[in-house]
């Protein structure tokens, strides 16, 4: 780059520094930063707020394709999800006796609706993948400056769609079987030599922080890196030497994205109006029906829901938009088609 100023149209980017003291410096779209790096060394990541900032704009410049994206990945599956579960507990009576004894009992349920409830679920699971990855590759391409249309964007999760969800079902195993294995190992010292439970619990927060932090590069590796990479060793290699500001940052887009979503969720179920039975939680038993959880509307569940998938959709994808982004600075590999 052969001026100091690059021309405003140059993506975020790491270029060779234009004051010769080291080798790449980090071009935030706008200016020169003070992160830099040589080629023999891992890149430093740009400050957080600059990171934030960027994922938001990824987001918000693109929010006509993310609002395409999100209907049609989370909120019609999101409609269908709820006509389901709204026929399958049809005349469902969940008692919950608290005294004199604890007991609970589910009466009134088919159990012929199982499957196509199953079906369901499957269904919105598959296309929450499919959702993820397309916002991923959506906001990472605008970070980029490439425009590249909601349908680009879909037709390239597609293709990797069988990829995409052997990294979620690893990923499932390997968190089912670390907790297994926490569950045993927690249960052997607590019996055989309680004073060790306060040298676990250590270890334990120790696999918290990766899990979360991991929890978002693995399927943004997935969704972005060239087929062939592998996703696992891309997403254990990124954060290398830099995993506390990786945590920080991992907790930072997750503490904004599900509290917005919370308050998304919180606000807009009580148009349905569940929970108005007008239940006394203190009572010695208390039976729970339908409208207890979906309200007694069917269009007023199948609005609230509509509503809240197509909100919760942006929250989506600024997680998306924040890991893709971290993933990329910190030197993955990048599918050439979002360069």
Sequence with gaps: MPSDVPPPQVAPGWYPDPRRQFELRWWDGNLWTEHTHN???????GSRSDWLGRTIKAVASRAGHVFTLTLLLAAVPSVLTTLAVWWAVDGVVLTITQAPAEDIAVTGFDQGRILPLAAAIVMSFLVSVALGAALRRQTVAADAGRSD????????TVHRLPRLLGTWISWALVLVVASIIGLVVVSIVAVAAPVLLLLIIPAVLALGCLFLIHVGLVPAAAALAPKGVGAWRQSWEAPKGRRIDFLVRSFLIWAITLGFQFFVGTSFSSLSGAGGDGLDPEADILELTRSSFLGSNLALAVGS???VAIIGGFAIATRAAGYGLLYKESGGAIDDALQ
């Design 39 to 45: 080629y023999d060394q891992s890149p430093q990541t």
């Design 149 to 156: 249309s909601w349908a680009v964007s879909l037709r390239a």
């Design 305 to 307: 829901g509509l509503l």
